[in-house]
């Protein structure tokens, strides 16, 4: 059992930069894929960024690519996602979550078995 837990929400101004983290506890981090996904009230979770268990790959949504980053730290067993010139839009619930063993990062929130209970974004306009 994994155990996921965010960080570092908040609220900041459009054009900010925000990190968000992940620490994880009760499993074997540094060989699962690791993604963030977010969600507003209404809609369907949606995937932001995703990490391999090495740091080695990474895929983003279309609308993060250049703004946002995920890393990880495998021997703090956290994965972070650092997420500069903020827009209104990105405003919503961020979730963490991993796979299964040597699993490869993937979209689809179906393929994640753990999640974390989210940390708020609030970005003004």
């Known amino acids: 059992q994994v155990q996921l837990v965010e960080s570092g929400g908040g609220l900041v101004q459009a054009g900010a930069s925000l990190r968000v983290s992940c620490a994880a506890s009760?499993?074997?981090?540094?060989?699962?894929?690791m993604g963030w996904f977010r969600q507003v009230p209404g809609k369907e979770r949606e995937f932001v960024a995703a990490?391999?268990?090495?740091?080695?790959?990474?895929i983003y949504e279309d609308s993060v690519k250049g703004r946002f980053t995920i890393s990880r730290e495998n021997i703090k067993n956290t994965v972070f996602l650092q997420m500069n010139s903020l827009k209104p839009e990105d405003t919503a619930v961020y979730f963490c979550?991993?796979?299964?063993?040597?699993?490869?990062?993937?979209?689809?929130?179906?393929?994640?078995?753990?999640w974390g209970q989210g940390t708020q974004v609030t970005v003004s306009s």
């Open positions: 009760g499993g074997t981090f540094s060989s699962r894929a």
């Open positions: 990490i391999n268990y090495n740091g080695g790959v990474t």
């Open positions: 979550a991993c796979r299964g063993t040597y699993s490869n990062p993937t979209r689809y929130p179906r393929d994640y078995q753990y």
